[in-house]
Each structure stands twice: as C-alpha cells, then as structure tokens.
C-alpha cells in the first residue's frame, strides 16, 4: 500500500511502583491491544486535524508486532513492540516534547492502556538509541543500520567514530529492498527469543500482529 514503510521498533514497560497483579497475565493480558485501539485513534484524531486545517494528508495504515516478556531478574512484564507506518506520514518518531509528534501519541496511547495520565509515562516508553536533542542536516538522507532517529527529521548526521554500537529506532523499507527486509528479519527476530517468554500452560499469547492489508488511517 506504501512506497515505503517505517519500521519502529519501541519497547512498553510498567511503572515501577505498579503492583505485580497488575502485570500478571490474567488479571490484565488485554493492555496490549488497548494500547494499538489507543494509538489508532490518536493517528486518526492527528490526520483529521490537519485535514480540517486544509493541511496535506498522508494516509497511513498501522501494522504491527509484539512480543510479551519477562525480566530475568525481577521478572517484570514488558513488552517489544514493531511499529510499520506509511514512511511519508512519518520518518521518525519526532521528540516527547512535541504534543502532534508519533513518540508522543505511542506515548499517550501506553499510559491509556495502563489507565494512566500523560504526565505518569516519563520512562515507561524506549525508542532504542534515540538522541532527540540533536539536529539532523538533512531530512532526505537514508539512514543506516547505525543512524539515529531524531526530531525534526530523519537521520542522524555524526561521524562514524561519534556513533555507539547498536542499531536505530527506525528502519526504512522500500518496496524491493532486499537490503531493508533483511534487517528487518533480523530486528524481528530478537523478539522471538524464548528465555524470556512465559511457557506456563496460561493460555495468555508471548506473540500477537495485526492481519489483514489494515485501515487507511486518513482523517475521514
């Protein structure tokens, strides 16, 4: 449906102070997909906004990935989530302190599904390597597997020997690059690892994605 998609890898923790009933499976294994409902509506909300302000619209659909997982230590619910987005729409997820930015509909949309306000998610969401005080040069260069994502555009500009090890928030992904849909099989595959799953015959899903070609999100 897209020339190109944005793959946002982001990662949806609990408070700490949150009491561990609360991220047991049972009593709550529907926060996730309140959290895709949350987000869905909120990218909704955006594009009928700027539509209504005669502003140009970039249809997007959200599809998405998600594992389940718990820390080795404390064994802490968290989760791993993929993001797949209309790259015209949105090549980065922007800055927290940007109220219309993506990073701060995902976080708003998390602190719904938690039933928490705004202001009670400062940490609770983590966009790997993401450094939104730095300024990019240009908006139009494709990011590398060691490009970070930041506010106001799409990649990241240091020198080499500037960079840490480590891969970026987002991946760009064109239709017929065969590069891109390599590293994006192999962000994907970190999900899957099993030592940190639950295997306990609960019935509640370690894995879950969205199906189907999905909603255009367009503001109508």
């Known amino acids: 449906q897209h020339r190109a998609v944005s793959l946002i890898r982001v990662d949806l923790r609990f408070p700490e102070y949150m009491p561990v009933t609360i991220m047991d499976p049972d009593p709550d294994s529907a926060v996730i997909s ?10 909704q909300a955006y594009q009928r906004k700027k539509r209504r302000a005669n502003k140009r619209v970039r249809a997007t659909t959200l599809r998405y990935f998600w594992c389940r997982e718990f820390g080795k230590e404390k064994g802490r619910k968290h989760y791993h989530v993929i993001l797949l987005l209309n790259k015209d ?8 302190s940007e109220p219309s930015s993506l990073a701060t509909m995902i976080l708003e949309a998390w602190c719904s599904a938690l039933h928490l306000e705004a202001w009670q998610g400062d940490g609770l969401v983590h966009f790997s390597r993401w450094t939104p005080s730095r300024k990019p040069a240009s908006s139009d260069a494709r990011p590398s597997s060691d490009d970070t994502p930041l506010s106001g555009g799409c990649s990241d500009t240091r020198k080499a020997s500037e960079k840490k090890p480590g891969e970026a928030a987002v991946l760009w992904i064109k239709r017929g690059d065969v590069e891109a849909l390599q590293k994006a099989r192999n962000r994907a595959s970190y999900l899957v690892k099993y030592e940190t799953k639950q295997h306990d015959g609960s019935g509640q899903r370690n894995y879950g994605c969205s199906r189907g070609p999905g909603r255009l999100l367009d503001g109508r």
């Open 34 to 43: 309140r959290f895709f409902e949350s987000l869905k509506a909120k990218i």
């Open 89 to 96: 729409t949105w090549c980065s997820p922007g800055d927290f």
